[in-house]
């Protein structure tokens, strides 16, 4: 269990000098280790059995990153010089304009042996795990043997160290072996250059007023050893939330656990989030050449299995995942690299035209090419100055907006769903979809589930139905080669059929070749959720089909009281017009959940009351919730809602299943929710307590019982009275304003204009951030009708084109002029504490992001904890009550 600490604790592992550990000293560490990472989850290690010390890693990480920016360039990725020939290995530059928070270089070196006709180098990918390592010109850089011998001693210890984890687990010591074999371990040198600060044009800094190098986020693999110079800036995130300072410790090194080894110990080891802030800023008098020298250094080891290895949990249950799957996988959010899936996305943007997009593309490419100019480190800078604006920059799309209202889904015009109106087809059939914070892919229900067309409530209740047959578009897929976020629960089913068709977006224009997922007619429908999951498939196509500026997004829900009135969702920005005037945002962190439900989108309720009166037990430590509207109601522990059920009357006979109460004894109460950042809302009677709705005698969907009200607040229980997924469903957000900013690792929660502001028009405003998803700044997505190579092509005969100083005064230009269109732009402002010029934050070793693609593999690698996502009934709603999900 993560806890609360001061300090890393130190493990002492002189021991592991000796040749042949004993058997009680190999039983005391591994004892050590288990406590450390069952807790911290971080630890330093102290006398170390390496033969270099720490002057001598830095002096070789020193020596490298001060090669002329050419020279290493001729070592960059595919991604970043794409006349290069190295995909995995080499180097990568700072990213400033796509990613002002994780402003770092790096150089990649795998193991020393891999030759260029490895076997094992699978050809399908463009991103060759197994390739062999590049070097600077042996007369420019000759510490390349120092570096290989670092890179084989690091590997032993880690190897080493896991040998004691698999102790420590109840295993032998060789049990983790076959992750040996053609290890991906990565030794990755980094130098985080000093940022300067701009008063006037403002840092990035991140909602606690600190300037980051390195965003928080989660290590994806197996084992991180770390060497760290004397700046300082590693900070380590305790259970409670706070940052911990770990500094350099004289002769340590630091060790912590990644994702998949938490996954592998079946969550006994704890995978810790951590960050980096900026090194200082140089005094003032400082020249930027003299600045640019100094900085953070760091050498992180990541201790990674073999491409082929299967990798499974120690308890043997669940299921197995390849080494270079995951890998690959987690790859496609790493902004050091390009999108791996090895297809073109198929989504074509016909919204806006073309060429939008071509300008967005060549400024992105100039940008590109401005980092691989010889001179660019001479205004690289500068340019750090000037990322706020460049971001912003990418605003000439506009926010996609789509209404969440009733919606008649059925083709005979009686099935009614409330939700977010898409239609998918050629010609399109209409779906409702409920906005779903959980899920990453848009699932819909196959009108086969429904028996037949003309079944309304059926289909009103799904939110629609699907007939393949009937569309032109529909282009069946395989899996493997699909083009949605393959990290849904369903994926591991086999009960679902995935396709790409067209989606319409309301009035906004529509995708070509969208990925979408179905049901099978085997196991029943599911209501239809639109997918706004960390990896959302749809938010990636409305960004890369050109419809929406951004992933960001607001969402209100609307109200659903008396005088229903409808909801918004902006994607690419928010509904200033929804949020309280005079009220900020306030941030929580998109991070784990405890949840038996995967949840980016959680908080804590510290304190909760109904008509004043308590409903959570004095002491309690709060309770955690998920912000789904894919469920209507707020979803509470069964302890609660009994509660909830004695302090407002309800007939006891119908309950936990139905709260309902005769008109004439409408509860007069308010309820009150406190959050853990002391964030507090007041759901309003007016909407706690609503008429029944339902099917009327014509099928129709209406207020079918005016005497009767409905509380929205339902019981979690389930057959297993563990499984509680407490629920902050689609009403909190009637009162509560979402914005979600997941590039940025954060959500905002501001008081929302609730149902008495009708009148009021929407202001839908943009917020433009680079999105997270494979980098085009580096190199640029094909347009549509671009094959990969002939995208390539064009970079390189721009790059061809462009020379010398003149692109850079040419740049300047285009800075300044951009700057200038921003100030104008910014009169608005935007909510405070969501800097809208968010950056990326990815390292390569996965972010706080990734931990919900991972917590989608704990449903593959199932624990006895974790049940799997897919109930056996074949259902997993939050709200498992179809008619409650459609409502006027
Ligand atoms: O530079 C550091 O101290 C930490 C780097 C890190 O966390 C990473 O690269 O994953
Ligand atoms: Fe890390």
Known sequence: MATTFASLPVVDIRKLKERNVSDDDTSSLSKQLYDVFSTTGFAYLVNLPLSFGHDEIFKVTQEFFALDLEEKMRLAKKSFSPTNTNTYRGYFPTQPLLDPDNL????????????????????????????????????AFQMRQKLDGIYRELQSLAIQILSLLAVSLGKPSDFFNAWMKD??????????????????????????????????????????????????????RDASGTWVPAPYVPGSIVVNIGDLMAKVSGE???????????????????????????????????????????????????????????????????????????????????????????????????FALMAQLPQFSAFHLALALLLPVLASAQCDIPPLTLVWSNTTVSQDGLGVARGIELGI????????????????????????????????????????GFDPSKSKSYSVSIKSQWNGSQVDAEDSTGAYVYFNDDVGFQNNGHVEGFPLVMDSEVFGGSQAGLPLGTNSSFLRAAVQGGVAPSEVFGLWSGS?????????????????????????????????????????????????????????????????????PLAQRFVFPPKIATMFATYTGQNGTLYPNKMWYNVSNRPTGDMSITLSNGYTTTISNAELFAPLRGSDKNGRYAITNDSVLEAFVADNRKANPDDVDTALGGMFLTFNYLLVNYPKGEFGLAPAVAADAKNISPDPTAICTPTNRPA?????????????????????????????????????????????????????????????QSPVPVSRQASELMAHEMSYNIQEMPTSRHASFRKPDGRDEIEPQPPAYHDQ
């Open 104 to 139: 770092k270089e790096g150089f990649e070196i795998g193991c020393p042996d891999t030759k260029l006709d490895n076997p094992s180098i699978s050809t399908q990918h463009r991103v060759k795990l197994s390739e062999p390592n590049v070097w600077p010109d042996a007369t």
């Open 183 to 236: 290890s991906l371990s990565t030794l990755r040198l980094l130098h985080y250059p000093r940022v300067f600060r701009n008063e006037e044009i403002g840092d990035s800094v991140n909602v606690d007023g600190v300037k980051l190098s390195c965003t928080p986020h989660t290590d994806s693999g197996i084992l991180t050893l770390l060497h760290q110079d004397a700046t300082g800036g590693l900070e380590v």
């Open 268 to 366: 006994r080891f704890t995978a810790t989030m951590h960050r980096v802030r900026a090194p200082p800023s140089p005094p003032p008098s400082t020249s930027s050449r003299e600045s640019s020298s100094a900085g953070r250094y760091s050498v992180p080891f990541f201790f990674e299995p073999g491409e082929n290895c299967v990798i499974e949990s120690v308890s043997g249950e669940g299921e197995s995942v390849v080494y270079g799957e995951h890998l690959r996988m987690k790859m496609k959010t790493w902004v050091e690299f390009m999108d791996d899936s090895g297809s073109v996305p198929l989504w074509h943007p016909t919204r806006r035209n073309a060429r939008v997009n071509q300008r967005r593309l060549e400024r992105i490419t100039a």
């Open 425 to 464: 087809g050629s010609p399109h059939q209409i779906f409702a979809f409920r906005p779903a914070t959980t899920l990453n892919n848009t699932r819909i229900n196959n009108v086969l589930n429904c028996g037949s067309a003309s079944n309304d409530s059926c289909i009103g209740a799904l939110g629609g």
């Open 560 to 628: 659903r009281g008396v005088q229903p009135h409808d909801g918004l969702l902006v994607v690419g920005g928010y509904d200033r017009a929804r949020v309280k005037p005079s009220s900020n945002f306030t941030t929580f962190p998109v991070g784990k959940w405890s949840l038996e439900r995967a949840c980016p989108l959680q908080v804590t309720i510290t304190n909760l009351t109904y008509a004043n009166l308590p409903l959570m037990t004095a002491g309690s430590s709060g309770i955690d919730a998920c912000i789904e």
């Open 776 to 836: 085009p700044t580096q190199t640029p997505r094909p347009t549509p009708s671009d094959s990969p190579s002939k995208s390539s092509t064009n970079v390189g005969a721009i790059a061809g084109g462009v020379v010398g100083g003149v692109a850079g005064i040419a740049l300047l230009g285009a800075l300044a002029f951009i700057l200038f269109r921003r100030r104008r732009k910014t009169t608005k402002g935007m909510p405070s504490e969501l800097d809208p």
